[in-house]
């Protein structure tokens, strides 16, 4: 009994990750990856990936300020965002060592957050 309480009075702490990148492709092998590993731990619960939708942002440049004011160029950047949240015990070792060895390409931003549960 003793230890089913102790079990249940561990702290949980969340932590979230959020990786951001301007192609898909990218975003979407990372995310596999990084919950490729997470199933590896006994007392980890992921949940997700969450994607949100994609921001586009478009730019108007003059290519000619002068003369030509209506010759303008069109440019779109689109951003795509993802979100993996994960719940541990403060007992579980090397998750967070473990997710630094990912290998993560080129072009694709992670933050990480705690948060209190």
Do not use: W
Request: hydrophobic share 35%.
């Amino acid at each position: 009994m003793e230890e089913l309480l102790s079990a249940q009075e561990k702290k949980r702490v969340k932590t979230r990750l959020i990786l951001e990148s301007f192609k898909f492709s990218f975003l979407s092998d990372t995310c596999s990856n990084l919950m490729n590993v997470l199933q590896g731990h006994q007392d980890t619960k992921p949940s997700g990936p969450f994607v949100f939708p994609k921001i586009k942002v478009y730019y108007c440049l003059l290519s000619s300020p002068h003369v030509y004011k209506n010759a303008r160029e069109h440019i779109s950047m689109q951003k795509y965002r993802c979100l993996v949240d994960i719940n541990t015990t403060l007992d579980e070792p090397g998750i967070i060592e473990n997710l630094l060895k990912v290998e993560i390409p080129p072009g694709v931003s992670v933050r990480i957050k705690y948060l209190n549960s």
